[in-house]
């Protein structure tokens, strides 16, 4: 009986804290950044509907990676094309970090991705039209427009506060110029 009860008491404590241990438990706070890919070559544009960056949208790749260190992310995810992927490389590769793929045209998957509880601060790398709108889904009301064609020196950063058993309450939000 006394082992019985050993067992049952180990079984207890150990899920208590399984949870931490495997990393099965649900982060409380969330960051999310989110930007639009640098400036693309206008040139490329004309004969690709996947252009790369530009020189100057490849050096405000840097300046981005320099901007969202201070937020420690511990996940990227750009769209597949050139210009988002090039525009989160420069982070990726200062922290070896692999960048992670989403389809843009699913923003309800990524936001389910960023806030489903496996990331603490992640960075969501997108577009002019699907960046603003997935701020929007993720604060849960329609404040951003889409960003112009020139646009390209805005981040979103949405932070959210789980609330288990109740909704999710948004505890900042802003955007910053860079």
């Not at 706070?29 to 930007?35: A, E, Q, S, V």
């Not at 769209?79 to 923003?107: E, G, V, W």
């Not at 404040?143 to 112009?148: D, E, F, N, S, T």
């Amino acid at each position: 009986m006394k082992i019985f009860i050993s067992f049952l008491l180990g079984l207890f404590v150990f899920g208590l804290a399984g949870a931490d241990v495997f990393g099965q438990q649900k982060h409380r706070k969330l960051t999310i950044i989110l930007i639009r890919h640098a400036e693309k070559d206008k040139t490329e544009e004309e004969v690709t509907p996947d252009p790369r960056l530009a020189p100057e949208g490849e050096a405000r790749a840097e300046k981005f990676a320099e901007i969202v260190e201070k937020y420690k992310p511990d996940a990227i995810f750009s769209s597949q094309f050139k210009r988002t992927i090039s525009t989160a490389r420069p982070f990726a590769r200062k922290k070896r970090m692999m960048i992670q793929f989403y389809n843009h045209r699913d923003l309800k998957e990524i936001a389910e991705i960023a806030t489903a509880g496996r990331f603490k601060r992640i960075v969501i790398v997108g577009h002019n039209s699907t960046t603003p709108a997935l701020a929007n889904m993720l604060i849960g009301q329609e404040k951003y427009k889409a960003l112009a064609e020139t646009e390209y020196d805005k981040i979103f950063i949405v932070r959210i506060k789980k609330n288990k058993g109740k909704p999710n309450k948004i505890r900042e939000e802003k955007v910053i110029n860079y």
